[in-house]
């Protein structure tokens, strides 16, 4: 079975900086796109960002010109690097990809643990 497991998740200041990883593993054939979606308590989860296997990105609104993602394909990774960060950016982070098992199977999707991001004086 896949299973997506982020970390770098942690406490910071407003304006610092956080690198958050995800990386895939299991029986994996290819990977579509991947995404951080997050999630602040009483709300709902959003998107973050994503990336497409060609490297196509796409961000919210909120986060852009301030997060970037990236992935590296050898190793089924995917990176959210997050640079001045504001309060309202803490939220719990999880980790999302559309994952074939085989070349003829349907892409599913998969969704990692969650990691908490808290950005507080």
């Known amino acids: 079975q896949v299973q997506l497991v982020e970390s770098g998740g942690g406490l910071v200041q407003p304006g610092g900086s956080l690198r958050l990883s995800c990386a895939a593993s299991?029986?994996?054939?290819?990977?579509?796109?991947m995404g951080w979606y997050r999630q602040a308590p009483g709300k709902q989860r959003e998107l973050v960002a994503d990336i497409t296997s060609g490297g196509s990105t796409n961000f919210a609104d909120s986060v852009k010109g301030r997060f970037t993602i990236s992935r590296d394909n050898a190793k089924d990774t995917v990176y959210l690097q997050m640079n001045s960060l504001k309060p309202e950016d803490t939220a719990v982070y999880y980790c999302?990809?559309?994952?074939?098992?085989?070349?003829?199977?349907?892409?599913?999707?998969?969704w990692g643990e969650g990691t908490l991001v808290t950005v507080s004086s």
């Open positions: 999302n990809a559309g994952i074939r098992f085989l070349r003829w199977a349907n892409v599913r999707n998969y």
């Open positions: 299991g029986s994996i054939f290819s990977i579509d796109a």
